[in-house]
Nanobody, 123 residues
Framework: EVQLVESGGGLVQAGGSLRLSCAAS????????IGWFRQAPGKEREGVSC????????YYAVSVKGRFTISSDNAKNTVYLQMNSLKPEDTAVYYC????????????????WGQGTQVTVSS
C-alpha cells in the first residue's frame, strides 16, 4: 500500500523559509514520480513542483520557480520541497502525491496522496 506522510509545515513570516518532507513507503521509490501540490481556501488544487525519481527531471510552477527547490533522498525514500522567499499567496495546504512515471505535474496524473500539511505565510 502506497503511503505518503508530509511534514514540515507551519507559520512563517513573508520572506521566510520552510522545508517540507514527504516520506514514502509501500512502493519502489525509484520507479515513481513525486509531486507537491497545494490548495488554498476556495481554490482548486494546483501543481507546485514534481520530480521523476529515476530520471531526476523536475518541474516547477511559474509562481514558485526560483524560490522553491524539489529534491529527493533515495536512501530515505523522501522528497523535500525547500521553500524560500515565501509570500502570503503561498499559504495553502501542501500535499505530496505519487504516481508511476511523470507525465505532467497535474492533479489528474497522480493517484496516491498524503494527508497534507498546512503552510501559512503572514504578511
Amino acid at each position: 500500500e502506497v503511503q505518503l506522510v508530509e511534514s514540515g509545515g507551519g507559520l512563517v513570516q513573508a520572506g521566510g523559509s520552510l522545508r517540507l518532507s514527504c516520506a514514502a513507503s509501500g512502493f519502489t521509490f525509484d520507479d515513481y514520480a513525486i509531486g507537491w501540490f497545494r490548495q488554498a481556501p476556495g481554490k482548486e488544487r494546483e501543481g507546485v513542483s514534481c520530480i521523476s525519481i529515476s530520471a531526476g527531471s523536475t518541474y516547477y510552477a511559474v509562481s514558485v520557480k526560483g524560490r522553491f527547490t524539489i529534491s529527493s533522498d533515495n536512501a530515505k525514500n523522501t522528497v523535500y520541497l525547500q521553500m524560500n522567499s515565501l509570500k502570503p499567496e503561498d499559504t495553502a495546504v501542501y500535499y505530496c502525491a505519487a504516481d508511476p512515471g511523470l507525465v505532467a505535474c497535474e492533479v489528474a496524473d497522480f493517484g496516491s496522496w498524503g494527508q497534507g500539511t498546512q503552510v501559512t505565510v503572514s504578511s
